[in-house]
Nanobody
Framework: QVQLVESGGGLVQPGGSLRLSCAAS????????MAWYRQAPGKERELVAG???????NYADSVKGRFTISRDNAKNTADLQMNSLKPEDTAVYYC???????????????WGRGTQVTVSS
């Protein structure tokens, strides 16, 4: 029943900005961590930015100072503001969350469909 809806991907020139949004629905109990991952062709999927239920954040070294992750717990959304984009940021970006469907079950991991971000002149 858990669904993630992503938006905001597209084509942008180097130095430009994009804002990705992820909206989660169908959560029966609670959401713990939310994160954005990315995967470029021929490369491993990597964590770009994560945010805990308490608001603690972490970023990949390659995006520190340029990307900002945020969340709205009331709306069950997580955004990724991407500034000063570089060609090497080109990848498919995936929203991920860990959620409990009941109070007594362990959290499971859920993935969005992915959205393409292309940075090119």
């Amino acid at each position: 029943q858990v669904q993630l809806v992503e938006s905001g991907g597209g084509l942008v020139q180097p130095g430009g900005s994009l804002r990705l949004s992820c909206a989660a629905s169908g959560i029966l109990f609670s959401i713990s961590d939310m994160a954005w991952y990315r995967q470029a062709p021929g490369k491993e999927r990597e964590l770009v930015a994560g945010i805990s239920s308490g608001g603690s954040t972490n970023y990949a070294d390659s995006v520190k100072g340029r990307f900002t992750i945020s969340r709205d717990n009331a709306k069950n959304t997580a955004d990724l503001q991407m500034n000063s984009l570089k060609p090497e940021d080109t990848a498919v970006y995936y929203c991920n969350l860990r959620a409990r469907i009941t109070m007594t079950t362990a959290p499971n991991s859920y993935w969005g469909r992915g959205t393409q971000v292309t940075v090119s002149s």
